[in-house]
Each structure stands twice: as structure tokens, then as C-alpha cells.
């Protein structure tokens, strides 16, 4: 478990997830692709190709999107609607809660170009509020795999091993691709990275690699930090996260996300019945984002190893509550 | 047993006026839940599921049905009653009409089981979309059941309806059979009034959809216009079903006070004699 994970080359988890639909249609007839013009950026385009008549354009018009895909889960399909996560999930809010969540459809959300990594487009193209608002929903099943070898995994998951509504999360800019292939996936049950018993660590989609970074870098410096990859939001392990907290004492959070009701909340929930310990959360500080490059944007705002690092020493001198 | 279809014109008036007795005297029990629209839609209710709608109350799921999709949630109360009169579920469970634990909860859950259900839906707007879907569905099993969809006419003042719209045309589902409720008016006021829906015949054509008007408190008019609107290959069908809210009980006919109010004891037995003479 202390081993450390090697980057083979960036790959943006949008690809993951083309691969992991593209794969998911082999010999499912049933998988049915809507797209909503843009195909090819959120990685639908691959499927589309190849499974023609099994792919639906529905132009720009996403309420309609999520609709439809109600409409074919009801008759025993199996439908993957996906577009830009501040679209698919934000766009849709009311048609997902009711169509989709309270008939407890079989329907598979795709929120692409997630996060502030999306970069130059700006604010209104960054979605830092679809984990909240997905997560609220009952029924809802959300996703948010850490690099594209995992997406691909999830998507495939997502699709033919997981019941009633789920949103899966994924991001445009090219990521470090870590995680192995051959993987024990589960959703629901997250992935312990890297052990330590001095402060656990719990991060989710991009943030994974740099909390993985930062625990190396902690570890020079004789802190041992525990790494958990929070993969699904919801249904939330809290073994996994209760577990940590007996035995690390203090938990840091990091997600590309709001800090506000994402999985810095989804964390704290389950602490503060469960075994409270002094927590630190590193996302978004309830603000939007702006243009720029990725890797700029991520540290302007602190989604970085490094800002973890800090994180993680401000909380050890303030570990055990009075 | 697939529900045979009826024929009598008279037998037809005579369901109307039990399923109008019965939304009256449920709400009165509910003690809140929508009159007007659901008044209104009892004729139609009762040529469906009496007379076009291919189902079979004993086999709620059967693959071969026609489903009927109810986009307006809030008129629940004549669904649920034509429901019970064709055989779903007995007529007693209608004095459970949003009560705590019934299964004919204010707007329809499916998750509560009531048998004959197509959809779970309350929000205006979203119906038409999944209608698209089943009938998308069909198409793509090479089914020929219809899908009917039930939407109100202030309900089209959601944007999601005409991208529905859009879709159905585009997609050629002439398996998709939209109606509307046109009573003019909606909770406050008039619809020409809160927002002009006029012309509306003319926007469904311009979106690709074969357009029929009717009489929606005729069965005669009803039938016909069903008939005629599927006529058209590769196109869609919309009635555009001219009915008055509170249909029957002619002291509240047309009064959109009436949209969202249950009648009070007193006002149901009113309500039942003014029913009983417009019968007779």
C-alpha cells in the first residue's frame, strides 16, 4: 500500500468515459447514447460511429435530453444522456428530480468538462456545484472516478452494474492516468491509496492524484498521511471514513468543487455522527471561477498538492479537540 | 383481458357522469386537490381508456399497451377514478385520495404502487419528453403501441414542452399522440391573459405536428379527432381539446377560481344536484 503510483501520461477522464460507453454497447442493444450537440467534446462521438442506430441527437435542448432518457428507461432501455456537467446537471435540476430520481429510472447522467480544470472558457462553463447538487437527490447514485483508466471502469459500471439514476463526473484537460486496469471497482466501496495513520486524506476525481502527491511529499517529511479515494459521492462508504478517523484523528478533504454541500460535506456528515475529528476542507471557497490554463487556475485557487501539504499541517497542530 | 371497447354513446355519457360524481365527491373527502380540470378531462378520460386505449386493467404491465401519460399531475383526481371505474383498483380506495400512506397521492408516485400508473409527474413541462421517449422506444423495437400524452393548455407556457415538440417531429413519432387541455384558463386568470398562447394551432403546425381541434366535452368529437389525427404518417398528432374547466356542474363551468379548490360537504352535494339535472 505504500507503493507509489506512476503517472503513464495524461489523459483527459473524458476519454475514459467515451471509452467506457463505447464498450458498454458492445453486444447492448439496449444502451441507448442522446446527444446534445456536443458529441464529440464530451467523448459520445466514439459510440455514435459505431453504434449509429443506437445513438439519439436531440440538439441543444437538454431538459428535453433528460426527459426522453426517462422515457426510454420506462420501456426497459438503457439510456446515457451526457453534456457539459453545469448543463447536465444544472440545466436539468427539476426534469432529473422528478422524470428520472422520484420514477427511479435507470438512467446514466453524464456531467462532462467538470471542475475548474475546464480553463479558459470561464465561470459559466465550470462546473463546481453538480457533486451538491446531484447528491441531494434521492435515488441518485454519483460518481466521480479519479483518472480515465477509472472512468472508463465507472462508465462501464455505471451502465450495466448499477441500478436507478446515476450522474458520473469527468473532466476535459489532460490528467495523470495512474490507477491500474485490472482495478477492484466497486461502487460505493472507495479505494484506500495510500496507508498512514497521521491524518487520512480523502480526496475525489482530479484532486486524487494530488493528494497522492502531497502524501509523498508529507512523508519526507515523517508524516504518514492515509490517501482514500473517494470515487462515489453517494452512496458514501462510511466504514472507510470512520475507519480513518479512529485512526488518524484529523481528515482533510479535497475536491475540484464547492466546499460548500460537495464531498467536504458529504465527509463532515458522516463525521459529526459518526467519530468527529478536526477536518480541513480544500475546494472552491463559495466562489466562481474565471478563464485561464488549467494547472494556473488550480493553483490560484488551491487545488493543488501543495496547498494539501498546508492543509494538512495547519490541521496536525490543532489534531485533538480540547 | 384487453378492455373491450365501448360503442354506446349513451353507455359513454353514463361513465362521464360516474367518473364527474366520483372526482366531486373524492376531492370533498380529500379536502383539497384540483376540481376544475379534472371536471373538464372526464369526457376525455372516458373515450381513452373506455374506447381508443389498447389495456388491460388485470395486466397493468401488458408490453402491448398504449400508454397514457399524464403531464398535468394535478388532475390526478380523473385519472384516478377512471382508473378505478375501468377496473385498476376498487372504488373505495379513492376516500384515500392524498391521505397519508395511500397510494393516490396529490400528484401521481409510482413509487407507491398504484396499479396503471405510467409516470410519476407533478412538475409542469416534463411529460411531453418522456412520451417522446416511450413512443422513441417502440420505434426502436418496432412496437406498435401509442403513447398518448394528457398536457394542459397553461402547462405549454414551459419551454421544455416545445423542445419536446421539436424532438417528436424531428424523430417522425407518429406513435405520439399529444392532447391538450385548452379550458382557456389557469390559476390566475385567463391563459390570453397571464400568457397569450394564440395562435396555437398554428405553432404546434409550424413545429411539425398534424393538428386537429375538437370539441373535448363531445365523444362524438373526441373519437373522431383520434381517429383523424393519427392519419398522417411520420408526423405527430396534437388535439387541441377545447373543453370547459368544471365541466357539468354548471354554477362553476369555466370559473378558474376553480382550478386548484376541493368543494367543501356542502358544496359537493350542490355540486351533485347540478350534476344530476344537466343528466337528466
Redesign the interface.
Known amino acids: 500500500m505504500s507503493r507509489r503510483f506512476i503517472n503513464r501520461g495524461d489523459k483527459p477522464t473524458k476519454t475514459g468515459f467515451g471509452e467506457g460507453l463505447l464498450a458498454s454497447g458492445i453486444r447492448h442493444p439496449e444502451v441507448i447514447a442522446l446527444g446534445a450537440d456536443i458529441t464529440a467534446s464530451v467523448g459520445v462521438n466514439l459510440f455514435a460511429e459505431r453504434f449509429p442506430n443506437q445513438f439519439v441527437s436531440l440538439g441543444i435542448a437538454e431538459q428535453n435530453c433528460v426527459g426522453v432518457a426517462a422515457g426510454l428507461a420506462l420501456e426497459g432501455k438503457i439510456p446515457v444522456f451526457s453534456t457539459y456537467g453545469v448543463f447536465a446537471a444544472l440545466r436539468t435540476t427539476d426534469q432529473i428530480r422528478v422524470s428520472v430520481c422520484y420514477n427511479n429510472l435507470h438512467v446514466v447522467i453524464g456531467g462532462a468538462h467538470a471542475g475548474l480544470s475546464v480553463g479558459p472558457d470561464g465561470a459559466t462553463h465550470q462546473a463546481l456545484e453538480d457533486l451538491a447538487i446531484m447528491r441531494v437527490l434521492p435515488n441518485m447514485t454519483v460518481l466521480s472516478p479519479c483518472d480515465a483508466t477509472q472512468t472508463k471502469i465507472a462508465t462501464q459500471q455505471a451502465i450495466h452494474h448499477t441500478e436507478g439514476p446515476v450522474y458520473i463526473r469527468f473532466g476535459r484537460a489532460a490528467m495523470p492516468d495512474f490507477t491500474s486496469e485490472n482495478q477492484s471497482f466497486e461502487v460505493g466501496k472507495a479505494q484506500l491509496l495510500h496507508a498512514g495513520d497521521d491524518v487520512t486524506i480523502i480526496a475525489t476525481g482530479h484532486l486524487v492524484w494530488e493528494a497522492l502527491q502531497a502524501a509523498y511529499t508529507l512523508k519526507e517529511e515523517q508524516i504518514h498521511a492515509r490517501v482514500i479515494n473517494l470515487h462515489t459521492i453517494k452512496p458514501i462508504d462510511k466504514e472507510i471514513i470512520v475507519k480513518a478517523a479512529r485512526e488518524t484523528g484529523a481528515v482533510i478533504t479535497a475536491e475540484e468543487h464547492q466546499v460548500t454541500g460537495g464531498l467536504g460535506s458529504a465527509v463532515a456528515e458522516v463525521l459529526a455522527c459518526e467519530y468527529p475529528v478536526p477536518m480541513k476542507f480544500v475546494g472552491m471557497p463559495d466562489r466562481f471561477g474565471e478563464s485561464g490554463d488549467p494547472k494556473e487556475l488550480m493553483k490560484k485557487y488551491q487545488l493543488t498538492d501543495l496547498a494539501i501539504v498546508q492543509a494538512v499541517q495547519t490541521l496536525l497542530t490543532t489534531k485533538s479537540y480540547p | 383481458m384487453i378492455q373491450p371497447k365501448v360503442n354506446d354513446p349513451l353507455l359513454l355519457q353514463e361513465i362521464s357522469a360516474e367518473i364527474r360524481r366520483s372526482v366531486i365527491t373524492t376531492l370533498s373527502q380529500a379536502g383539497s386537490g384540483h376540481l376544475g380540470a379534472s371536471l373538464g378531462l372526464a369526457d376525455l378520460f372516458t373515450c381513452l381508456y373506455f374506447s381508443v386505449l389498447a389495456h388491460d386493467p388485470a395486466d397493468p404491465l401488458w408490453p402491448g399497451r398504449d400508454r397514457l401519460i399524464l403531464s398535468i399531475g394535478h388532475a390526478a383526481p380523473v385519472l384516478y377514478t377512471t382508473l378505478a371505474r375501468v377496473g385498476y383498483f376498487p372504488e373505495q380506495e379513492l376516500a384515500t385520495l392524498r391521505k397519508l400512506g395511500s397510494r393516490l397521492q396529490g400528484h401521481p ?3 407507491h404502487g398504484l396499479p396503471g400508473l ?6 409542469l ?14 420505434k ?2 418496432d412496437q406498435s403501441w401509442r403513447v398518448f400524452c394528457i398536457l394542459g393548455d397553461g402547462e405549454l407556457q414551459e ?2 414542452v416545445w ?2 415538440a ?2 417528436a417531429a ?2 417522425k413519432l407518429d406513435n405520439l399522440i399529444a392532447i391538450v387541455d385548452r379550458n382557456g384558463v389557469q390559476i390566475d386568470g385567463k391563459t390570453e391573459d397571464v400568457m397569450a398562447l394564440e395562435p396555437l394551432k398554428e405553432k404546434w403546425r409550424a413545429f411539425g405536428w398534424e393538428v386537429v381541434e375538437c370539441d373535448g366535452n363531445n365523444h362524438q368529437d373526441i373519437l373522431t379527432s383520434i381517429h383523424l389525427v393519427q392519419q398522417v404518417p411520420h408526423k405527430p398528432g396534437v388535439i387541441l381539446a377545447y373543453t370547459k374547466m368544471g365541466k357539468g356542474v354548471g354554477s362553476i363551468e369555466g370559473d378558474y377560481r376553480w382550478h386548484g379548490k376541493a368543494p367543501s360537504k356542502q358544496e359537493a352535494s350542490r355540486f351533485l344536484r347540478e350534476l344530476d339535472k344537466e343528466v337528466s
Not at chain 2, 118 to 123: D, H, I, M, N
Not at chain 2, 125 to 138: H, I
Open positions: 408516485g409510482r413509487e405510467e409516470l410519476s409527474a407533478g412538475s413541462g416534463q411529460g411531453l419528453s418522456v412520451s417522446v421517449g416511450r413512443a422513441l422506444a417502440a426502436m423495437d419551454g421544455s423542445e419536446a421539436m424532438a424531428h424523430l
